[in-house]
Nanobody, 128 residues
Framework: QVQLVESGGGLVQAGGSLRLSCAAS????????MGWFRQAPGKEREFVAA????????AYADSVKGRFTISRENANNKVYLQMNSLKPEDTAVYSC?????????????????????WGQGTQVTVSS
């Protein structure tokens, strides 16, 4: 079973940047699609970004497109979320997730259902 631990969250002013990291351990990670999700107080969890294990395919929520970038380093079992031009509405707990390993190098998932491992999350707060 993959264990995921996020880091890099914090308090930042609007317009600022943060880089979230997700460290994975346990079962094979290098063949797993990965994703980032977020949940704000009183709201449902929402998709943020996803990446295939080959890194050749990525997807983003419309609300973060052009501002956030997802990447991964399979050799180090890490996934990153670079967040630029942050807005107060980006305030949420951000969690990374891993889907089961796949033989398809460009597969990614932009819904929560396929993911079977989740981190505890890291708080991101953007002040206006």
């Amino acid at each position: 079973q993959v264990q995921l631990v996020e880091s890099g969250g914090g308090l930042v002013q609007a317009g600022g940047s943060l880089r979230l990291s997700c460290a994975a351990s346990g079962r094979t990670f290098s063949n797993s699609p990965m994703g980032w999700f977020r949940q704000a107080p009183g709201k449902e969890r929402e998709f943020v970004a996803a990446i295939s294990w080959s890194s050749r395919s990525t997807a983003y929520a419309d609300s973060v497109k052009g501002r956030f970038t997802i990447s991964r380093e399979n050799a180090n079992n890490k996934v990153y979320l670079q967040m630029n031009s942050l807005k107060p509405e980006d305030t949420a707990v951000y969690s990374c997730a891993a889907a089961p390993a796949t033989v398809f190098p460009n597969r990614f998932f932009d819904t929560a259902t396929p993911y079977n491992a989740w981190g505890q999350g890291t708080q991101v707060t953007v002040s206006s």
